[in-house]
């Protein structure tokens, strides 16, 4: 069985849409804030995954399959800054 790849650009890319349509002043009223709290805690695991050279690899899981990948690096950063 082939092994899952969860690709690193198609990450960043949701975590940079999502960024883009969370606002600051959402409140615990609006519906999707489940939604919005479970993305920070994924933030802090999509660290865990970044290699010690401070980039994440083409697949998350798999640092050996095409270990440096920019566009994903620098869609993680956009997003984990919230820009």
């Given at each position: 069985?082939?092994?899952?790849?969860?690709?690193?650009?198609?990450?960043?890319?949701?975590?940079?849409?999502?960024?883009?349509?969370?606002?600051?002043?959402?409140?615990?009223q609006?519906?999707?804030?489940?939604?919005?709290?479970?993305?920070?805690?994924?933030?802090?695991?999509?660290?865990?995954?970044?290699?010690?050279?401070?980039h994440?690899?083409?697949?998350?899981?798999?640092?050996?399959?095409?270990?440096?990948?920019?566009?994903?690096?620098?869609?993680?950063?956009?997003?984990?800054?919230?820009?």
């Amino acid at each position: 069985m082939a092994q899952k790849i969860f690709w690193s650009r198609g990450n960043g890319l949701g975590i940079c849409g999502l960024v883009n349509i969370m606002e600051p002043s959402l409140s615990p009223q609006v519906r999707s804030i489940n939604t919005f709290l479970k993305f920070i805690k994924n933030g802090n695991k999509l660290l865990q995954n970044q290699t010690p050279e401070g980039h994440w690899a083409m697949s998350l899981l798999d640092k050996s399959f095409y270990p440096t990948r920019t566009s994903g690096t620098s869609l993680m950063c956009m997003g984990l800054a919230g820009e």
